[in-house]
């Protein structure tokens, strides 16, 4: 069945750091793919998108593209803040499914 | 646009004491409902979804239950919780319009000592 894998946690930066968690998906046919992010103590919210293979998704300023040919949805971010400590979950979906999650990725970003 | 709630917000229980967990939808017509839960280290595993009244499918065996008695009303039971049911329960639906994504709600911490 269709599965998601990202990297284990928990990844600790320096604000201003370079940000990048791997994310790749198994999948039949063509699915779309999300990043969401919980802040703690909060619920689930998507932070950003990609219906097809190469497009970028992106908000915050973070962004990540749908690469077919590797199967990934890797995270990225050019300079992190400490507002940005939270746990990000890659997950893929076809139409009118359900949401398969990867076990997430807890972020924590010093000052 | 849609809102979810889930009530309560926290919960401490103790082992073998029945459960009840809330969620009512809001801004959307006969929406599927899933049911996720969130344990330490084990990322989100989906436990029911429902696509109606009355109609629930279960993912994973367990001590749950769900049932879903209104069109925007689901609960998640148990008539005797374990320790392994602690963890953050969280209630989704599909977003406004758009198949593939889903909306989250705030969540219920259940703590079982």
């Known amino acids: 069945g269709d599965s998601v894998t990202q990297m284990e946690g928990p990844v600790t930066l320096s604000e201003e750091a370079f940000l990048t968690i791997n994310c790749t998906y198994t999948?039949?046919?063509?699915?779309?793919l999300f990043w969401y992010v919980q802040y703690p103590g909060e619920g689930l919210q998507l932070l950003l998108k990609?219906?097809?293979?190469?497009d970028k998704g992106s908000n915050k300023g973070f962004e990540a593209t749908y690469r077919k040919e590797t199967t990934s949805f890797h995270l990225e971010k050019g300079s992190v803040q400490v507002s940005d400590s939270a746990v990000y979950f890659c997950?893929?979906?076809?139409?009118?499914?359900?949401?398969?999650f990867g076990k997430g990725t807890r972020l924590h970003i010093l000052p | 646009s849609q809102t979810i709630h889930q009530w309560p917000a926290t919960l401490v229980q103790p082992v073998g004491s029945p459960l009840s967990l809330e969620c009512t939808v809001e801004?959307?017509?006969?929406?599927?409902l899933y049911w996720y839960r969130q344990a330490a280290g084990r990322g989100l595993q989906l436990l029911f979804y429902?696509?109606?009244?009355?109609?629930i499918s279960s993912e994973v065996p367990q001590n749950l239950s769900a049932s879903r008695p209104q069109d925007r009303q689901f609960i998640l039971s148990s008539k005797k919780l374990l320790l392994s049911d602690s963890g953050f329960y969280l209630c989704?639906?599909?977003?406004?319009?758009?198949?593939?994504?889903?909306?989250f709600g705030p969540g219920t911490r259940l703590t079982v000592l």
């Open positions: 999948a039949t046919g063509y699915p779309s």
């Open positions: 429902s696509v109606g009244i009355g109609q």
């Open positions: 801004g959307t017509s006969n929406p599927n």
């Open positions: 997950a893929l979906s076809h139409l009118y499914d359900k949401i398969i």
């Open positions: 990609a219906t097809k293979a190469d």
């Open positions: 989704a639906c599909p977003s406004e319009g758009l198949a593939h994504e889903q909306f």
